[in-house]
Nanobody
Framework: QVQLAESGGGLVQPGGSLRLSCAAS????????LGWYRQAPGKQRELVAA???????NYVDSVKGRFTISRDNVKNTVSLQMNNLKPEDTAVYYC?????????WGQGTQVTVSS
């Protein structure tokens, strides 16, 4: 059984930074694609950033140049460094691991950007 646990959310002022981390336990390998999604109130969950097993990354346009996704295959973690945060980044952030039709989600961590 794979479990994902996010941490690092919180309240930050506009222009500030946060680093989210997601730790995976169970049988998850470096072949999994790892990603961060977010869901704001009243909106659909959207992909924020993803990183493949080979280290290729992709980002939603609204976070390009501000967010950086990274992974540590030894520690089974994926992180999201978020800089220059904006109020519209406010959402619950979820990490996801996927491979050949299997997918696992974390429970989510709240990020609130407000002055």
């Amino acid at each position: 059984q794979v479990q994902l646990a996010e941490s690092g959310g919180g309240l930050v002022q506009p222009g500030g930074s946060l680093r989210l981390s997601c730790a995976a336990s169970g049988s998850i390998s470096s072949t999994y694609t790892l990603g961060w999604y977010r869901q704001a109130p009243g909106k659909q969950r959207e992909l924020v950033a993803a990183i493949s097993s080979g280290g290729f990354t992709n980002y939603v346009d609204s976070v390009k140049g501000r967010f950086t996704i990274s992974r540590d295959n030894v520690k089974n973690t994926v992180s999201l460094q978020m800089n220059n945060l904006k109020p519209e980044d406010t959402a619950v952030y979820y990490c996801k691991a996927s491979f050949l039709g299997r997918m696992y989600w974390g429970q989510g961590t709240q990020v609130t950007v407000s002055s």
